[in-house]
């Protein structure tokens, strides 16, 4: 009995180890500079960044994360033209929509439309997204189709209290891998039309 407690308590130890080094594991995250902070949100510029992307047409979070999921993890994974591992970056981005949705990684900085492999899968295409300026709001947890759709509300409540005015869908950033518990970012993001402010 007493050695079935220690037991216990090693694993328990090792699980907290392990969730408090992926919380402070550090993988390139996309870059972005914060131009203003209001209360709710910020606004953000984003430089021009290469993703790879599949398309489909799950409506939900759910449907889409576990079907786009796979196919842009096997690119990464080797799943490509010069067999090569490509480093996961975050966030992961998806654009859901109400017929058609996508979602995309972002490749690291060193990696370019040009020099990236191609993939062996076709329903991976690499692009190369524009520059663009956004308002992002950001929550906690496990993301959901519920909370995805509250914290979407949110910010275009915040977005028209301080009149900003914006195009395009909601689109939703994922920052942990699925066995992260503690620390959990999620964002939720919209492109402003701010050069016409």
Known sequence: MKIALIIIGILICLFILFQI????????????????????YEIRYYPAATMAMITSSATTYKELGSSGFTKLAGYIFGGNKDKKQIAMTSPVHMDIGDSVSSMSFVMPSNYTKHNLPLPNNSDVTIKTVDEEYVAAIRFGGFASNDNIKKHIAILESALKKHHQTYYGNFRYLGYNPPYQLFGRRNEIIVTLNWSTQ
């Open 21 to 40: 080094y992926t919380s402070m594991a550090t993988s390139e995250t996309q870059t972005y500079n914060v131009i203003k902070a209001e209360d709710e």
